[in-house]
């Protein structure tokens, strides 16, 4: 067998290039997303490129949405059943409808985030904001993304487990979903702390809530990176 094939072959082993599985885009898409997420917030941390801060944020959310869209649009499409009850040729949903379905509520309530993100990261590049217009452009939107994605996460954990609680260590869909949980406790957490009140906010909290938005995307990027991994498994 040549090298390069070799070297291939060992790639798609690992996960590391399964450009025609659809879990592997989606893995790399929130990657990067997550990746851009973490280095905005440790520049931010360390007080660097300050006016570039908003705008990796905002570039960040944008393969957040790509990605939970692809995720929605594979849960739409599992098991596609028209109404009649009959799969005809190559039926697809763009977006679906499945409220009873754990697995597409999760992906919906997530995709309707990352668009809440994309509006709360592009509005905190507007310049000149009082306090009150930062909560009704910025932080609202900030809140309830974060939201919906601890819920999001919270859902996709019960649809691994199978249970309210789970605890399964060798299962790595299991620690995808648990980490992603976590990353959404963080972002959860960033958001209350990085409410805008009329005085001005204490350094500690600001620190806070930077803290907290690394931490959920560093556990963002380790979920989308062990995802990786998985798709090579499904697709053996």
Known sequence: MPLGTKLLARLISHGVWLPRDLNWWIGVVFAIGAALFSIASILSLLDI??????????????PFTFAAYLQLYQAA?????PSNGKVVGNYR???GWKPRDIGWLSCAFQFVG????????FDAMLPLLSWFEQDLLVWIPNIVGSILFLVSGYLAFIEVGHAYWAWKPRDLSWWITFTNFLGCVGFM???VLAIGLPVPASPLRITLSVAFTLQGAICFCLGALLMLPEASHVSD
């Open 49 to 62: 490129a300050v006016d570039a801060v908003n705008v990796i944020y905002f570039l960040g959310s944008i």
């Open 77 to 81: 499409n599992a098991d596609p059943l």
């Open 93 to 95: 949903s763009y977006l």
């Open 114 to 121: 990352t668009v809440l993100f994309n509006i709360n990261t």
């Open 189 to 191: 957490i960033s958001a």
